[in-house]
């Protein structure tokens, strides 16, 4: 940590912490604090009065900013220079969405254009009849479409998706019960095309293919990957191989070919539009200095919580159906780009870094984990996520049920209530956000993805973290390597479980 980080770190640790009901004896604080910014899937209202953020803590994280040059390192990011130090790699998500260096955002194009005329082809019936799509990938190459599709396609979808991560054959067999072979298609998407839990399930699908009469099965197989060479390799057609470039990282790959099924759920239109919600958004994170850039503000109080507060987790609670796996797509996001040690030059970091991030999705987590929000002993951060256009055609009361629960559990938590019996007494003071879209639509989708994936960017560089590696998941899988080779040795609980399993 340089002179200038260290002396910020100080003076925000010296701020009183107050309470909520204090700071909003300031009349002016929700209006401060609370930001509608007019999106093109419709406005989003972010609203951050009921942290614990206020003028002295704004500044004091904005002059932590400038000691970290945040300014720089976002210029470096959308300018396509090499931030991710540890692999020598630029960082081009947001060329995917048209934002970024000449070079980048005239690659992706051209990638998109190529994805498109198969998503198109396909739609025309070029490669006969599809109903079906098993999207094979995990983790990055996963969560993205299964987000998106499980978000966007409840009124119907051009195609039949099921997305297909785990290596436990019961998820594969799930998907193979509800497709027909005859009218299937497989998407592999892998950055890498190595990774063994997509690779086994992609010859398993191969082999169901070819056994219930598909005469070429690799003819029915589209390849998304920043490794077409090794697809090629695999069996893949080049015709049917959709690469994408190797500086788009695997948890913020949504927006490149790894899209794919999303392409071919909505159409392609749909699928524009969740670009260019996300594109707006980049373009807010790259003009708004300091506390008005929201994705930097959000990242402000997730640093007072993990850093002056002792916060150890941040959970995530969507009042709304579609955005159920948005909680598990936030947890790739922040905890593989934040959960790190040590900083981008291989210093030990200063303080706690990510915070575990969890939750679901309401109201039904009212009904199963909110007691511990309420009354528990640790102190948990929340984030509201709501739309106020109803995504269900029922009777209103539905909507009005979910949203009028969703802010009386932010009232609540901040409020408390005070009671002679111990047991029945809320502390309150416990802090939420809320983000009110006014419909959950592609673009809305688009934007609230960037919102985050900026959010854990600034976080990052507040710091000093490098957000784009993630050595962190190798052990492990070398591990398994060696078991299957065999010869290895491990400690006695691990050979004892092996020999348990009958792998010994
Ligand atoms: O193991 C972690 C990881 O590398 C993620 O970062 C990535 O999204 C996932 O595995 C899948 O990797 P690939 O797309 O190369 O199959």
């Not at 700071?23 to 899937?41: E, S």
């Not at 000449?102 to 498109?116: F, I, K, P, S, T």
């Not at 592999?188 to 063994?196: D, H, L, M, W």
């Not at 600034?458 to 080779?485: C, H, T, Y």
């Amino acid at each position: 940590m340089n002179e200038a980080e260290s002396t910020a770190w100080k003076a925000l640790e010296a701020l009183p912490k107050r309470r909520l009901s204090e700071l909003f004896a300031d009349a002016g604080r929700v209006d401060a604090l609370t930001a509608v910014l007019d999106l093109p899937g419709g406005p989003v209202r972010f609203d951050w009065s009921k942290t614990h953020l206020d003028a002295g803590l704004l500044s004091g994280f904005t002059a932590l900013a400038e000691a970290c040059d945040f300014d720089g390192r976002r210029a470096a990011l959308f300018s396509g220079e090499r931030i991710n130090v540890t692999e020598d790699r630029a960082v081009q998500h947001t060329a995917q969405r048209g934002v970024g260096s000449e070079e980048a955002v005239d690659e992706a194009g051209a990638l998109h254009a190529r994805m498109r005329s198969l998503v198109e082809a396909i739609h025309g019936g070029l490669l006969g009849d599809v109903k079906h799509l098993i999207h094979i990938g995990i983790g990055g190459s996963a969560l993205g479409p299964a987000l998106a599709i499980d978000a966007l396609t409840r009124d119907g979808a051009m195609c039949d998706v099921h997305v297909v991560s785990n290596i436990d054959g019961c998820a594969l067999e799930a998907a193979f019960a509800r497709c027909d072979p005859a009218t299937t298609l497989v998407a592999v998407a892998s950055k890498t095309f190595t990774t063994i839990e997509t690779m086994t399930n992609a010859a398993s699908a191969l082999a169901w293919l070819g056994e219930n009469g598909v005469a070429d099965p690799y003819g029915r197989v589209i390849a998304l990957t920043a490794s077409p060479d090794k697809a090629v390799e695999w069996g893949v057609d080049e015709t049917r191989v959709l690469p994408f470039s190797e500086s788009v990282g695997g948890r913020y790959s949504l927006w490149s070919s790894i899209g794919f099924p999303v392409a071919l759920a909505l159409g392609w239109d749909e699928f524009a539009s969740l670009l260019d919600g996300a594109a707006e958004m980049d373009r807010h994170f790259l003009t708004m200095d300091g506390a008005e850039n929201l994705p930097l503000r959000a990242a402000f109080s997730d640093l007072m919580y993990t850093r002056l507060r002792g916060c150890q987790t941040r959970a995530v609670f969507a009042y709304d159906e579609r955005l159920r796996l948005f909680p598990s797509y936030l947890q790739q996001l922040e905890m593989e780009s934040n959960g790190k040690r040590v900083r981008a030059d291989g210093s030990p970091v200063d303080g706690p870094t990510a915070p575990i991030t969890w939750g679901g999705v309401g109201t039904d987590a009212q009904h199963a984990v909110f007691q511990l929000l309420h009354q528990g002993t640790v102190i948990t951060p929340i984030d509201f996520i709501a739309a106020i256009q109803p995504g269900d055609a029922l009777d209103p009361a539905h909507h009005r049920t979910l949203l009028t629960n969703c802010f009386a559990q932010g009232a609540a938590l901040m409020a408390g209530r005070e009671s002679d019996d111990p047991a029945r007494a809320y502390p309150g003071d416990r802090p939420s956000a809320t983000i009110l879209c006014d419909e959950i639509n592609a673009a809305t989708l688009g934007a609230l993805i960037a919102f985050h994936e900026h959010r854990t960017f600034a976080a990052g560089v507040l710091m000093g973290i490098n957000s784009f590696d993630q050595f962190g998941v190798e052990l492990g899988k070398e591990i398994a390597r060696s078991i299957d080779a065999g010869g290895a040795s491990f400690d006695a609980s691990t050979t004892a479980l092996l020999a348990a399993a009958g792998l010994g």
